[in-house]
């Protein structure tokens, strides 16, 4: 299964691939995870080093994440089950938002899906800016990336964006009355009609129905 998911900060990104890691090593199936497309990257990198990134400028920031999205272009295509948690798409939004907002170079996430493989599947999840904003307030990120009053205008871009995607697979998750061990469990029922004969074989293989 190949799957780029995506959606405004606090809906539940972090916790919806750390569970379908888990249910995967269960049951024998490796996905390659990538969840670092943020800045700073929270996935791989020391205090200092994610300190070191905030402060680069805004040149060489556009510069490395135009770099590590078309590096996984060549991951996407060389791996059958991947997880890529935000993506061109976040990048898209948060990049001339919040990393580069003087900047405007052309926009290039449309290109980015004309080289991905015809059986990524394509995620959103969303919940309500007053769920987003319980999450924000009770479990707040070390770097967090979108203020509190962005949260309505944010999550209408990723709205946005997934209906300009010009990846066919798609589908969506309300999390907003979804408990965390339910994220995953809804996800596996809803994802089923997008896999392809591969997965469903492999899915049965190992007792999913």
């Known amino acids: 299964m190949r799957l780029v998911l995506i959606g405004c900060e606090y809906v539940g990104k972090t916790t919806l691939v750390d569970g379908v890691m888990a249910w995967g090593k269960s049951r024998g199936i490796t996905f390659h995870l990538d969840d670092h497309f943020s800045i700073p990257d929270q996935f791989f990198l020391s205090p200092d080093d994610q300190q070191a990134m905030l402060a680069m400028p805004p040149t060489i920031k556009e510069r490395f994440q135009r770099f590590q999205i078309y590096y996984h272009l060549d991951v996407i295509a060389n791996h059958a089950d991947v997880l890529l948690a935000g993506f061109h798409i976040e990048e898209a939004i948060y990049g001339p938002r919040y990393y580069y907002p003087k900047h405007a170079w052309p926009p290039y996430q449309r290109r980015i899906e004309t080289h991905l493989p015809a059986d990524t599947i394509l995620l959103l999840l969303t919940a309500t800016p007053e769920v987003l904003r319980q999450r924000m307030a009770s479990a707040p990120h070390a770097y967090p990336v979108v203020p ?55 899915w049965q293989a190992v007792g999913e129905e």
């Open 148 to 202: 509190s009053e962005d949260l309505e205008a944010v999550s209408e871009q990723f709205e946005a964006e997934y209906r300009a995607s010009w990846i066919e697979r798609k589908l969506r998750i309300d999390t907003s009355t979804l408990q965390p061990g339910e994220l995953v469990p809804t996800f596996m029922r809803q994802v089923k009609p997008f896999l392809d004969t591969r997965d469903l074989l492999r």
